[in-house]
Nanobody, 119 residues
Framework: QVQLVESGGGLVPSGGSLKLSCAVSGRTSSTFAAGWFRQAPGKDREHVAAINWIGGSTYYEDYVKGRFTISRDKNTLFLQMNNLKPEDTAVYYC??????????????WGQGTQVTVSS
């Protein structure tokens, strides 16, 4: 079992920055991977970025590429968000799972943290 606890959400003006954290605990495998998702009101949850826990390889969706940076330090996952836009407003979730030939598969979820970007 893996437990994930996010922190760092808040209200930020358009063009501003915010850094989310996610504490990861429990047993992780050699293929463990972590990622960030977000869900805006009335929309489906969408993937934002992912990182291979051991090797550090990262993946970004096009709509955040160049603005967001995913990283990890020991047992904490981060998402540095720069140049935030109102359309980035959502509840952000960290997720844990595995990476393999089928890509990323997530089985564990945090409780979510609200990010609101004012225009």
């Amino acid at each position: 079992q893996v437990q994930l606890v996010e922190s760092g959400g808040g209200l930020v003006p358009s063009g501003g920055s915010l850094k989310l954290s996610c504490a990861v605990s429990g047993r992780t495998s050699s293929t463990f991977a972590a990622g960030w998702f977000r869900q805006a009101p009335g929309k489906d949850r969408e993937h934002v970025a992912a990182i291979n826990w051991i090797g550090g390889s990262t993946y970004y969706e096009d709509y955040v590429k160049g603005r967001f940076t995913i990283s990890r330090d020991k047992n904490t996952l981060f998402l540095q968000m720069n140049n935030l836009k109102p359309e980035d407003t959502a509840v952000y979730y960290c997720a844990g799972g595995t990476v393999g030939d089928a890509g990323y598969e997530y089985a564990y979820w945090g409780q979510g943290t609200q990010v609101t970007v004012s225009s």
